[in-house]
Every structure is written in C-alpha cells, then in structure tokens.
C-alpha cells in the first residue's frame, strides 16, 4: 500500500475499506481522465467527497504568438515605439 493512502484506511472502519478502494480507484480514474486536482474529505465509511477543485488545465493548442521575420533596422516601427511617421522624418532629415 502506498504510504500516502494508509492515513484514509486508519480513518476508515475495516468493515468499509472495499468501498474505500473501490471510491479511490474512482477518483483516480477521474484524475487521469480530466487532469485535475482536488481536495477530498473521506468519512469512516469509505465515501468521498471532493470539497474543493483545482481550475481546469489549460488546453495545448492555444494560439501562440509568432514574431515576424522581419529585421528591425528594415522597418523601424518593429524595434520601437516610435510611429512610423516620425521615423520617416528622422530618416528623411538625416539623409
């Protein structure tokens, strides 16, 4: 048995730890299937109760940003924030 389950079976009555088993076998294929975590309270029955639920884990396809491919020192407006009319100016002065 592992060491961190024996506190729920010193909790429960002997006559109950086949319901214990069979509640904890539940939650845990529960946890594998969502990926969420939980908080559970268990009586000296064996039954389970979730009292409290970690968010859902976010999903891997999300949108990601990718930066563009463009050097900086070809468009100014990328490296700064500094409008692209005033970098003409600058430029257009500097020349």
Not at 31 to 55: K, P, Q, S, W, Y
């Amino acid at each position: 048995m592992h060491p961190d389950l024996q506190r729920y079976f010193n909790h429960v009555w002997p006559l109950f730890w086949p319901w214990l088993v069979w509640n904890l076998v539940r939650v845990a294929r529960w946890h594998a299937r969502t990926g969420r975590e939980a908080l559970m309270a268990v009586d000296c029955f064996g039954n389970i109760r979730l009292v409290c639920l970690a968010d859902a884990p976010p999903p891997d396809d999300l949108y990601t940003y990718e930066a563009p491919h463009i050097p900086r020192w070809k468009h100014p407006a990328l490296g700064s924030d500094v409008p692209v009319s005033v970098c003409g100016c600058v430029r257009g002065k500097s020349a």
